[in-house]
């Protein structure tokens, strides 16, 4: 998934003649997961068609303060736009409108949803070779710089006058990079390397038996996707499930058993800073390796368990700069249960789901979490879609890390 993903971006298009590829540049954000909602400068309607960009876009195209057919005359509010940006992108940017954006001339709408945006602002200027080596430009797009705007450099080649030279708008993809790559360095976590477990464990018989449990995995999946979009890279391990993450920015380890998880698990503990320990592991596994089926003879069946190496009490004890979080799923004095869990494990958080909770559990989209940190503070969550507790966990982990 995209950095973009989600992300509302306000496309500002000027009269250049790169504004033939906006069409691909708004399919790409689009494709990213992106909302895109271009404004778009009188002039430019001249290279590039508002309905084009509004098919593609699948918003309305701005280009004045008032809509011209409307017979009410509903004013277009640049405030409005502005703040609803997330990030606001000039592409192609001309000298024209750079020079005014240098200055703050507030001469159309798109000017007056700059100068009220409060967002990121990039820019990709278009322009013939000789305007690009203009002193004016060079010194418009440093004015630019220096108010904390991201400059996205013009690519070499033919231009449209027929010269060849610097002033070609990076193409479509090269922006969609270089904005993926610029989120991703602001985000909270860039940076961090993030280990998850998820999901159950099994624990052979024999070659077709196995203990196991209800764990679907859903909880450990929606953790590692929101470790990626807050800019960590993350290890998932991952027990028997059919959830597959999708997710090509995560590096997912499938295991089946206690001792396959502990093995991945350790591993990866040196080098990460934070390990959320989510997976429902057995506690017990099989004594004996029975290599052939075992055959039904008498009425009952005594099987031998052993107890598995604990994944969590392990890296617990061996903790150094690392931030660990464990889970624990009560029925009963769940509080205390957990307080005793958080201390024995030598834990930094312990995220409790009580199994007395509606809607709570195995194989549901939903948790209802409470939070318990070292200090044996107690923060407790109503019931929400397991993408929203993920994020309540990590803003409970920002918060801890960052204090
Ligand atoms: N856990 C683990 N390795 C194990 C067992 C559990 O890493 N072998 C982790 C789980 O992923 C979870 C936490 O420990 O984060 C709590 O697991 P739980 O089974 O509830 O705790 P136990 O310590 O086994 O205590 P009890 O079974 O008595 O509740």
């Not at 004890?317 to 205390?336: M, P, R, Y």
Request: charged share 20%; proline share 4%.
């Amino acid at each position: 998934m995209s950095v973009l993903s989600g992300k509302k971006i306000l496309l500002g298009v000027t009269a250049g003649i790169a504004a033939y590829k906006i069409p691909f540049l708004i399919r790409l954000l689009i494709k990213a997961g992106a909302e895109v909602q271009v404004v778009i400068t009188p002039a430019a309607k001249d290279f590039v068609t508002p309905l084009t960009l509004s098919t593609l876009s699948k918003k309305p195209v701005y280009a004045s303060f008032f809509n011209e057919e409307d017979k009410d005359a509903t004013w277009n509010s640049h405030v409005d736009l502005a703040l609803w940006a997330d990030y606001m992108l000039f592409a192609p940017l001309t000298a024209n409108t750079l020079a005014k954006m240098a200055q703050g001339v507030t001469d159309n709408l798109l000017m007056a949803v700059y100068l009220s945006a409060k967002c990121p602002v990039y820019f990709a200027p278009a322009m013939d070779l000789d305007m690009y080596k203009h002193p004016t430009t060079a010194k418009n797009i440093e004015i630019l710089q220096s108010y904390g705007h991201r400059f996205i450099p013009p690519e070499s080649g033919e231009l449209a006058s027929g010269l060849v030279g610097e002033g070609r708008m990076a193409e479509p993809e090269s922006v969609v990079q270089f904005l993926e790559q610029s989120i991703v360095k602001t985000l909270p976590l860039f940076g961090q390397k993030v280990l998850i477990t998820a999901g159950p464990t099994y624990e052979a018989i024999d070659p077709v038996r196995f203990i196991g449990n209800h764990s679907s995995g859903k909880m450990g999946v929606a953790l590692a996707n929101t470790a990626v979009n807050l800019g960590a890279s993350v290890t998932l391990v991952m027990g028997p499930s059919a959830l597959k993450t999708n997710n090509s920015q995560i590096n997912q380890i499938d295991v089946v058993s206690a001792e396959d998880m502990f093995e991945a698990t350790t591993s990866h503990f040196d080098t990460a800073n934070i390990a959320i320990l989510a997976a429902a592991v057995a506690d017990y596994k099989p004594a004996q390796q029975v290599n052939q089926k075992i055959k039904k003879k008498d009425s009952s069946l005594h099987i031998d368990l052993v107890l598995t190496k604990d994944i969590l009490a392990t890296l617990g004890a061996n903790k150094k700069h690392q931030f660990l979080v464990g889970f624990a799923l009560e029925t009963n004095d769940e509080v205390e249960n957990a307080k005793e869990k958080l201390k024995r494990k030598n834990l930094d958080l312990i995220i409790l789901n009580s199994l007395n909770d509606k809607g709570a559990g195995f194989k549901k989209d939903t948790n209802k979490i409470t939070i318990i940190d070292a200090d044996t503070n107690i923060k407790s969550f109503p019931l929400k879609d397991k993408e929203l507790v993920a994020k309540d966990i990590f803003t409970e982990i920002l918060n801890k890390i960052n204090a």
